[in-house]
């Protein structure tokens, strides 16, 4: 049981980087997020791509919360 849950957060670990990448990819402003000085709110496949980030990460927490319980 306790590899399961090591793999499970290796491959959540896996797919939360690739999101994070996907997201800083499509960003015109550069790596480390500069401003450009106006607020714009995010749609489409950004909000879809920085939701499911969101919902991955606490998926993630809860695996390892469940790994050191167990």
């Given at each position: 049981?306790?590899?399961?849950f090591t ?17 800083t ?9 500069q ?36």
């Amino acid at each position: 049981m306790d590899q399961l849950f090591t793999i499970l957060m290796m491959v959540f670990a896996v797919i939360i980087v690739i999101i994070i990448l996907m997201q800083t990819r499509g960003s015109t402003t550069g790596l480390f997020g500069q401003s450009d000085g106006s607020f714009r709110s995010r749609r489409g496949l950004e909000q879809i791509l920085f939701r499911l980030t969101i919902i991955l990460i606490v998926i993630f927490v809860g695996v390892a919360v469940l790994n050191v319980r167990f």
